[in-house]
């Protein structure tokens, strides 16, 4: 150290002294400064002090600057592109329940429409039932009466052809012109 201040080259720009160097500077300012009386604390000068720091912030490497801008901007990069990945999400959240809803409404309507169908089989059995019982009651109702007309129309024929027996035994015990009636069939 030269003076108190940066043990450097006046000819060496201060970039081309190491941060490490600067460092190492600023520490042994420190070890060798003097004690307080009746204290720890220690005397520096602040010159010193601050031109060591400004020397070590003037020799970072642009790089390193850089470095931080790089990392500033990928900051800024990931928590936009995390928000576009959020929006997105919220989307894709929406349209799944949208279509969850959907599905649903298909399915309600399915089983609305299968309920429908179950309802209309069972009341076109019913009618079908009932249908069958009416018409087997007006055919019983048929068969009655037809069972009725058929003995009465029997009984109508007996009854005609009770006189003609008679009558054909009349007429054979007779066979007289007496009679009046003539019959050909009998010479």
Do not use: C, Y
Not at 117 to 134: G, V
Not at 153 to 175: F, H, I, M, S, W
């Amino acid at each position: 150290m030269s003076d108190g201040f940066l043990d450097v080259d006046e000819d060496q720009p201060v970039e081309d002294v190491g941060i490490e160097s600067i460092l190492n500077q600023l520490l042994d300012l420190i070890h060798a400064a003097k004690s307080m009386p009746l204290s720890s604390s220690v005397m520096v000068s602040r010159d010193e002090v601050i031109s060591l720091v400004q020397a070590g912030l003037e020799s970072l490497p642009d790089e390193l600057r850089q470095a931080r801008w790089l990392l500033r901007e990928r900051e800024e990069f990931m928590a936009e592109r995390s928000r576009e990945a959020e929006a997105l999400m919220d989307e894709v959240r929406a349209q799944a329940e949208h279509m969850v809803q959907r599905t649903e409404i298909v399915r309600q309507a399915n089983a609305v429409a299968q309920r429908i169908l179950d309802d209309a089989n069972e009341e076109a059995r019913a009618l079908r039932h009932q249908a069958e019982d009416f018409v087997d009651q007006k055919l019983a109702g048929m068969e009655i009466v037809l069972d009725r007309l058929t003995r009465t129309v029997q009984a109508g024929r007996a009854r005609l052809a009770a006189p003609l027996v008679e009558a054909k035994t009349d007429d054979e015990g007779a066979g007289t012109e007496e009679d009046g009636f003539f019959d050909q069939d009998q010479s």
